[in-house]
């Protein structure tokens, strides 16, 4: 039975208006979706995972038909958020605890270890290390979080970030509410009655390709320093472009076309997507949507 959860049920309201023509977990990334980045980061012996479903679910199972034996869909007619996501699956998991992770935030968690460090009767948070008052969350001795939503449990050491992973204890997963936050309906009670919230430590790059357009182009630019080692592009093997076309800092899916003349800069194209150059900090659905970086707001002088 499955051991693991990918958090994917959402509006992605943050990276509309990509999210009109697909739910955000399959928002292509570099040559995967998010999904499947999130699912390859649990790794082998934590699949398949529990999905949970809501917005376009029919487009969600057109379009994971390739990889739907990594998962199970659990389809929310109404969002019961985190909490209530991972109840709502309670019946498919294994006996133990538990690794839940959101689909559109990348970060390389040890879900080995990750699970081996959650208290049976708490939460273990996957976290980055920061400077004591800094982050949402405070850390105390032993990594214990004594900081969270602006409350204080104990003396703070360092701050941190969560990076949108955890374990939950098969006690606390037996309990948990019908509907809610994993952070204020489950995480913050526990800590303010003293149960075990811990942190685990993760150590590497924390990608955040959801959190809006800008940075989902910005997450690209990463994966390109990453995948190509410098400021090249990527062109899936069907791929085409025309003779006159030039790339800089592209991302191209599979069966993306481009044409016209000129340079296309900072371009992320999906697959099937169909375009003239030149162009420039945009993103091309497979609909042909051209959705350009938003603009900075301008200051009042």
Aim: include cysteine; glycine fraction near 12%.
């Amino acid at each position: 039975m499955p051991r693991s959860m990918v958090l994917a049920a959402g509006y992605g309201t943050r990276l509309r208006p990509l999210t009109d023509e697909r739910p955000k977990p399959l928002v292509p990334f570099g040559e995967a979706t998010l999904l499947e980045h999130a699912l390859a980061r649990l790794g082998h012996e934590f699949l398949p995972a529990v999905v949970n479903v809501h917005h376009l679910p029919a487009v969600f199972v057109e379009l994971t038909r390739p990889f739907a034996h990594l998962f199970e869909v659990v389809v929310e007619p109404d969002l019961r958020g985190t909490a209530g996501g991972v109840a709502g699956a309670r019946a498919r998991f294994d006996a133990g605890p538990i690794a839940v992770t959101n689909a559109d935030v990348l970060a390389p968690v040890d879900i080995t270890r990750l699970l081996r460090e959650t208290p049976d009767d708490g939460l273990c948070l996957a976290v980055t290390p920061r400077a004591r008052g800094e982050g949402p969350l405070g850390l105390g001795a032993g990594g214990r979080v004594v900081r969270l939503r602006g409350e204080r449990f104990g003396e703070e050491l360092e701050g941190a970030d969560y990076v949108c992973s955890l374990g939950i204890g098969e006690r606390v997963l037996r309990s948990l509410p019908e509907r809610g936050c994993l952070i204020g309906d489950v995480a913050l009670p526990l800590a303010r009655r003293g149960a075990p919230v811990v942190s685990f430590r993760i150590e590497g790059e924390l990608v955040a390709p959801g959190d809006g357009v800008a940075a989902y182009l910005d997450a690209h630019a990463t994966w390109l320093r990453e995948r190509m080692g410098g400021f090249g592009s990527y062109v899936a093997p069907d791929g085409k472009l025309g003779a006159d076309v030039e790339l800089s800092s592209c991302v191209i899916g599979q069966g993306a076309e481009v044409s016209g003349q000129g340079t296309c800069d900072r371009v992320v194209a999906w697959p099937g997507a169909r375009f003239a150059a030149p162009l420039a900090d945009a993103v091309v659905t497979s609909s042909g949507r051209i959705v350009p970086r938003p603009s900075l707001p301008r200051t009042a002088k």
